[in-house]
């Protein structure tokens, strides 16, 4: 078993979302061939669109997969406690509700591949959230990882082969991969046939080897890559790793690939060594996680809510009716508001209560007129005062919390039944979100003219 990350994720457009979800989902693989198993997805595939959909950056998802050998089959409950220990491991600090994952299994090939993706964001504060941060310490967290898991499902160790050249994870999925596959398994052999036969021993040889022998263009030498056109081709590529390196020893690179070829496991002190070091580094991003994210803020899908600071405490959110009066003069917004607490409580919709809720052009169509209803002129009204406005502020982050956690219900929720549930829930709490902060609105605006109009008396 390996973990693999791939290097996808960055999209300026707004709808990124749907590429890599439907590439897993698909019945026919990257060639276009008919898949011999369906795709099997364990989480809610829309909910984790929507997510990456709704970030304004660049970089959006972080995807990969955790691929078995041929021979490595475990069972489902085994897959379902090894997802746990994933989520455990590199979301360390962090409760369910703070991020969206989806894994989805492939089983059309002789192994399992478990793919996933993950929307780059913290979902309480609307941070970037990268679990595969650049740096050789993240490099060795999923290795340490990799390499406890193996042992303790009773696998091989994995050895990497520094002599292998393996294409950009985004080629797989290009129309060319066979014929690029091809090349490099090709260029692979030669060289590693030069390297055994003595030809090659540094990268400077290694260089003029691929120009003089196999009438390979190189471009560029960087520190630790080179970039080479390959005969026939129109684009450079790059190749990366131990074996393009400014000060690669290709001679303890051959006595290492050909152990790579051994399947070994490791020892009770190797495995207590590694065990050590992921459980320093899982600490280590549970201490970051928990003080990037420890001021969370609720926020919406499409970006982060408006900030709001209160100098009281948080008026519960059963106390709406009782605190703000005035606010909810409207028997339309009397409803929506006494469904929403009874869905946040329940789970499920009353149907007695359910008003039709109006769309938001009927709403801002209506403005003038739930102005007049729920704020009506001070001549005829006590006023408004600034601790209503405080309270339905607070209010309104209450229900902001609430849509978090019926975010997270609804992407965990895989029968169809609590779906429904759940989607239902959501569009209540959206509703009732939407009304608050027109009454909101409504009520600076009638602070305002107060204001102004006892300045005038004075």
Wanted: aromatic fraction near 6%; glycine fraction near 4%; charge should be positive.
């Amino acid at each position: 078993m390996i973990v693999r990350i791939f290097s996808t994720g960055k999209s300026s457009g707004k709808s990124s979302g749907e590429g890599p979800v439907n590439y897993l989902l698909n019945d026919y693989d990257h060639t276009g061939a008919l898949r011999s198993v369906k795709p099997e997805a364990l989480g809610n595939p829309k909910t984790t669109i929507d997510i990456i959909n709704s970030i304004d950056r660049d970089w959006k998802y972080v995807s990969g997969a955790i691929a078995f050998r041929n021979e490595e089959q475990p069972t489902q409950e085994q897959i379902l406690k090894l997802i746990d220990r994933f989520k455990q491991t590199f979301f360390a600090g962090l409760n369910i509700n703070q991020y969206n994952i989806l894994f989805v299994l492939h089983r059309d090939k002789d192994n399992l591949e478990i793919h996933f993706v993950v929307p780059m964001v913290e979902l309480t504060t609307g941070k970037q959230l990268n679990i595969h941060p650049p740096g050789t310490k993240n490099i060795n967290f999923y290795k340490s990882f990799t390499s406890v898991i193996n042992y303790e499902m009773g696998y091989a160790h994995v050895l990497q082969d520094n002599l292998k050249i393996a294409l950009p994870s985004h080629k797989l999925k290009s129309p060319e991969f066979k014929d690029d596959q091809r090349k490099n398994i090709l260029l692979e052999k030669e060289v590693k046939k030069a390297i055994v036969s003595g030809k090659i021993e540094n990268r400077t040889q290694l260089c003029k080897f691929l120009d003089e022998e196999l009438g390979v263009s190189i471009h560029r030498q960087g520190k630790d890559y080179i970039s080479i056109r390959l005969p026939g081709d129109q684009k450079s590529r790059r190749l990366r790793g131990p074996m393009f390196e400014e000060n690669a020893n290709y001679r303890d690179m051959l006595a290492a690939s050909r152990k790579a070829k051994v399947s070994v496991k490791l020892t009770d002190t190797e495995y207590q060594h590694q065990k050590k070091i992921l459980t320093e580094l899982t600490n280590e991003r549970a201490a970051f996680n928990s003080s990037v994210y420890s001021n969370a803020r609720p926020v919406r899908l499409g970006g982060p809510a408006p900030s709001y600071k209160s100098s009281s405490k948080p008026t519960p959110i059963t106390t709406i009716m009782k605190e703000i009066p005035s606010m909810a003069n409207n028997t339309d917004i009397k409803k929506i508001i006494e469904q929403a607490l009874i869905t946040m409580q329940t789970g499920k919709p009353d149907k007695k209560l359910a008003p039709k809720l109006p769309n938001i052009k009927q709403l801002q169509e209506r403005k003038n007129e739930i102005r007049e209803k729920a704020y009506p002129s001070v001549r005829k009204n006590p006023p408004v005062s600034n601790g209503a406005i405080v309270s339905l502020i607070d209010t309104i982050g209450q229900v902001k919390m609430s849509i978090q956690d019926a975010i997270a219900d609804l992407a965990n929720a895989r029968e169809p039944k609590d779906i429904i549930i759940a989607e239902q829930r959501l569009r209540e709490l959206l509703e009732l979100e939407r009304t608050l902060n027109i009454q909101l609105h409504e009520a600076k605006v009638a602070v305002g003219n107060q204001q102004t109009n006892s300045k005038l008396k004075i």
